[in-house]
């Protein structure tokens, strides 16, 4: 929860359908009609208006305090682990709703109190976190399982993961020491905002940037020391699905450097510098007849219904909401449907709801995401739902929207952070799609985005919005082959980013980036300003989208590269999400390639 809280504008208009389109297509078309019968937002009966919120809060508060007493009142363990999820999911039946509205809704009354609510559970989950009596209860739910055989690894799993949570807080520590650390926690999580919010306003200096970094790495090193773990990095590598220490993350990182630096200099003798990529691009791309014109928004959704179709057995399917339940004329209700029967855990076919919000506005998130609202567990079995955002520009005509290649790619990898919201099975709410540490739930997300990238899955989409002509190959190789000549330099960059990361937070204090680069004989003409940011939000964890991205090459090469609509491979992979993080990933990945994931693939590519 704690690292879960880390609009009105333009709105597209549509005209009326000129040519047939795909029903899951003609949704991004014309606005689907709007039901007669009212809901609240995202479906929940109490938000019909802003105090929801509150009026949600009070009511699950009462029911997680009942499942706090019965967990601590069992001598059973999977009794006390259940009650303990089912108080998690009291808790978070509110926050993660607050938390998608406190990103998306373009109503400042709605934010405030989205905000206000999350503050408040915050405090309670601070008081939860000082009850010694409820640890005790995990820690004899820990030792009953602790010989458990494998066939109870999920709940294993689980109690790990909440002993690990509950410990990270200072649970474990005596009362005054407690309170330090949940103050410096407190502190931690409102310097982090700030600190993002502060590259998005034109009023801080580099000096400003650089002093709140000072101070966020100094706060997270103390609480690190606190808890008897040398470093922050040390202390967040606990909960890694990948690395154990800061030096197998170091070694795996440098060695990756080693093997792209003579290939990141080549690329970099032809552009100039590191900050003319972007520019060269778009002189070398408008040489060339624009390919976006082929990448249509409805094209692009029917081209990701048909792949789910192919890999899944799932067929999206545009609804019309209820009144109330969107924030935005403008986002679109899709469900997912499994065409198959008879599946266990699924009590109809609907599996599960996304509401896609995928163009800018005022107040509202501006990069993108999935939010989840909801998720299916043994306990809770409701249809999970989530929300994704995206920006897309409004380039193209009042039918259709031109999305440009960045961007369908953005579109591909959060989808596949929604197949992983939607598509879990767990027992646990802690275990549920993508809660799970972050180097183990990007690997669905950059699995699903290698698809965009595959000719052959484009041609059975991508289609020109006037002719109605397939992308040529020849055309999509060129515009590829550009991508493909600085590949080297942003992967360089990314692990660069993610070693300075690791430095910082593994020394306690903030060094010179171009310092950092000399060290691995690197020249970096860029100011360290710029390559600061990822760090208010990532602490010891920016390398978990290069590790993820290798894993999910692995998985592509051995299990999607003949054939990307392999239907034997797509139920494997469904298989492997529907397990949520209530299995360690390398095992998931071990018995879906049949061997451990190695980097080789990834480097190859």
């Known amino acids: ?104 809704h373009p109503d400042p009354t709605w934010k405030e109190s989205a905000s206000e609510t999350l503050q408040e559970i915050v405090s309670k989950i601070t008081s939860m976190n000082a009850n010694v009596t409820i640890y005790d209860t995990m820690l004899k739910a820990h030792d009953a399982l602790k010989d458990a055989p494998e066939s109870f690894v ?12 509950a410990e990270s807080q200072g649970i474990h520590l005596p009362d005054e020491q407690r309170m330090h650390v949940v103050d410096l926690e407190n502190t931690i999580l409102r310097m982090a905002q700030a600190y993002d919010q502060m590259f998005d306003s034109a009023k801080y200096s580099p000096y400003d940037v650089e002093s709140l970094l000072q101070q966020l790495v100094r706060a997270r090193h103390e609480v690190a020391t606190y808890l008897g773990f040398e470093s922050y990095s040390e202390k967040w590598l606990k909960s890694s699905e990948n690395f154990k220490s800061p030096g197998e993350v170091r070694n795996f990182l440098t060695n990756l450097l080693e093997q792209f630096r003579e290939k990141a200099e080549e690329e970099i003798s032809h552009i100039g510098t590191y900050d003319d990529i972007i520019n060269w691009r778009e002189r070398e791309s408008a040489k060339l007849p624009p390919i976006n014109q082929y990448f249509t928004l409805g094209n692009i959704m029917d081209g990701i219904d048909r792949l789910c179709q192919s890999l899944f057995n799932i067929k999206l399917q545009a609804v019309s909401p209820y009144k109330g339940e969107l924030c935005h004329p403008s986002v679109r209700k899709i469900e997912f449907h499994d065409m198959s029967s008879g599946n266990l855990g699924r009590s109809s076919e609907n599996l599960g709801t996304i509401y896609m919000d995928l163009f800018p506005r005022g107040n509202k ?13 043994q306990h809770t079995p409701t249809l999970p739902k989530a929300g994704l955002l995206m920006n897309f520009p409004m380039k193209g005509n009042d039918e259709n929207v031109f999305v440009d290649s960045k961007d369908m790619d953005d579109l591909f990898h959060e989808f596949g952070h929604a197949l992983h919201t939607i598509l ?24 699903f985005q290698q698809f965009s990238k595959d000719y052959r899955v484009l041609k059975t989409f991508a289609r020109h919005y006037k002719t109605g002509e397939i992308l040529p190959e020849e055309l999509f190789r060129k515009h590829k082959r550009i991508e493909d000549q600085t590949t080297a330099l942003l992967l360089r960059d990314q692990i660069l980013a993610s070693l300075y990361d690791l430095e910082v937070h593994t020394k306690g204090h903030v060094n010179r980036y171009r310092d950092m680069c000399r060290k691995h004989h690197v020249h970096d003409d860029r100011t360290s300003f710029r390559s600061l940011r990822h760090l208010g939000a990532y602490a010891s964890s920016y390398y978990s989208y290069i590790i993820c991205e290798a894993n999910s090459i692995d998985i592509w090469k051995e299990k999607f590269e003949k054939d990307p609509f392999n239907a034997t491979s797509g139920r494997q992979l469904r298989d492997l999400l529907e397990k949520g993080s209530g299995t360690p990933q390398i095992d998931l990945i071990t018995k879906l390639i049949g061997r451990k994931p190695r980097i080789d693939n990834f480097v190859n590519s």
């Open 1 to 104: 929860l704690m690292l879960c809280l880390r609009g009105r504008g333009c709105q597209p208009h549509f005209r009326p359908k000129q040519r047939s389109y795909s029903s899951i297509a003609a949704a991004f078309v014309s606005k689907p009609p709007v039901l007669n019968e009212t809901s609240g937002l995202f479906q929940i009966p109490l938000l019909t208006k802003p105090s929801g919120f509150q009026d949600l809060f009070h009511e699950r508060w009462k029911e997680q305090e009942m499942n706090k007493e019965a967990a601590i009142a069992s001598s059973d363990p999977l009794k006390i682990l259940e009650n303990f999820d089912r108080l998690s999911i009291a808790l978070c039946d509110v926050s993660d709703p607050a938390n998608a509205a406190l990103y998306s």
């Open 154 to 165: 999920e709940d294993k799993t689980c109690i790990k993961r909440l002993l690990t949570d």
């Open 365 to 377: 998130y501006s990069h993108c995401g999935v939010f989840p609202i909801s998720f299916w567990t």
């Open 424 to 447: 879990s099975r767990t027992k646990y709410q802690q275990l549920a799609g993508t809660r799970g540490a972050l180097d183990a739930v990007e690997m669905p997300s950059t699995l």
